[in-house]
């Protein structure tokens, strides 16, 4: 099984023959370092200096420049990110595969080098393609490995450039829009479909082996270079896997962290605990209390209350051995009203810690008065309703309501 390392690498074999783009012969490494202002070998902090420095000084906002904010922020992007940063170091702004991303972003490439990519690449690329894989958390813990068929059209023999638009894939076309007046514009050729070319083809399918690394998250790709479909004097564009992480019944998952919850009782929650977790590698672990731990309850207006078991989340991509952290959520159920005696009671007020404020007694001109049921929700709805009052609360999700999302 293969785990970590540069994917591409491994399924080079996959790619169909020399269709993937080596590096350019005078591939630029030094323009991002230039923006900023630093060393080849600049420390992470000093590129986060330099970063924030500049982008004070060239905010549009503050009269700066607009196309030298957005080289400085795009440099950013590329150097602080020590994959991204390699990749750049080793390819230039050809390494970082930001084609195919759909964003609708500044081209990285148009950025810097001013539209010069067409021109430099060669040929054209055909579009890339998304395919998602649904994949359980259990598999991005372990990894896996699955066979998908990936069906692509292919070029039969060689192409020949289309005699109708001379390999352009356009026809400018003359119509006469009144008297007098002509328009000309420009049309896909109609014998190609605007690829230039004609070319016999047909669908191949083919078997690949997608690996889902450990510690992969949600929408990560899995890339299959050159294995789009074949074009007439293009190159074929790359097939991804997207991952798309299923929902999971007891873990969720934000980057390598996990988060359960638990409902202790009140008991447990004061004078101890143990419980089973069945973790996602089929261990099972048993998550115990230490002496004298109290569990507290989750008062109202504050955070949830969370603990953590240290190194039993996620497994890192590329480095399954450094984990998250498996993130625990506590509830504590207390008892309901009446379903403690009076003996219990008794007991407790002698143990528990704290005042007692039992004995009060109501002086002359005071009142006693007792506790309901209620909804926060509610608050600012009482006395007699008056039409405006009641269309404002209509709006109103209620702090409750707020407070559940937190965690
Ligand atoms: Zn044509």
Redesign the pocket.
């Known amino acids: 099984m293969f785990f970590g390392g540069d994917p591409f690498e491994h399924f080079a074999h996959h790619g169909g023959g020399g269709s993937h783009r080596g590096p350019r012969r005078d591939v630029d490494t030094t323009k991002l370092y230039e923006t900023l202002g630093v060393e080849k070998t600049a420390t992470q902090p000093e590129i986060k200096k330099a970063y924030r420095k500049l982008a004070v000084k060239h905010h549009p906002d503050k009269g700066g420049d607009e196309h030298k904010f957005k080289e400085i922020n795009a440099a950013y992007e590329i150097l602080s990110d020590e994959e991204k940063r390699a990749k750049y170091d080793r390819h230039g702004l050809e390494g970082i595969d930001d084609h195919g991303g759909g964003d609708g972003g500044a081209d990285i490439f148009d950025l810097f080098f001013g539209g010069g990519r067409q021109a430099s690449r060669g040929p054209r690329r055909s579009e890339d393609v998304n395919h998602a894989i649904k994949v359980t958390l259990e598999d991005l813990y372990n990894g896996k490995t699955v066979k998908l068929a990936i069906n692509r059209e292919v070029l039969v023999g060689k192409p020949k450039m289309?005699?109708?638009?001379d390999?352009?894939?356009m026809?400018m076309e003359l119509r006469q829009i009144g008297l007098g007046m002509v328009q000309q514009i420009q049309r896909h050729?109609a014998?190609?479909r605007?690829?230039?070319y004609?070319c016999e083809k047909k669908r191949e399918r083919k078997i690949v082996e997608v690996h889902v690394e450990k510690g992969m998250r949600h929408k990560d790709k899995i890339t299959f270079r050159g294995m789009s479909d074949e074009k007439p004097n293009m190159q074929p564009g790359d097939v991804h896997f997207v991952v798309h992480e299923k929902e999971h019944d007891v873990f969720k998952r934000k980057g390598a962290d996990l988060l359960i919850t638990k409902n202790l009782s009140l008991k447990e929650a004061l004078t101890g605990f143990a419980w089973r977790i069945k973790h996602l590698d089929g261990r099972s672990l048993i998550v115990a209390s230490k002496p004298g731990e109290v569990i507290r309850a989750n008062a109202a207006n504050e955070k949830p209350y969370v603990k953590i078991v240290p190194n039993e989340g996620m497994p890192s991509r590329g480095n399954p051995f450094v984990k998250g952290n498996l993130y625990v959520l506590f509830t504590v159920k207390f008892p309901e009203d009446g379903e403690l005696s009076a003996a219990a009671l008794d007991s407790l007020r002698a143990h528990l810690p704290g005042p007692s404020s039992m004995d009060m007694e109501a002086q002359e001109e005071e009142e006693e008065v007792h506790l309901e049921v209620a909804n926060i929700a509610n608050f600012g709805r009482g006395g007699a309703q008056t039409q405006e009052s009641a269309y404002d609360s209509d709006s109103d999700e209620g702090p409750q309501a707020v407070n559940c999302q937190q965690s």
């Open positions: 289309c005699r109708q638009c390999g352009r894939g026809r050729c014998s190609c605007g690829e230039g004609q």
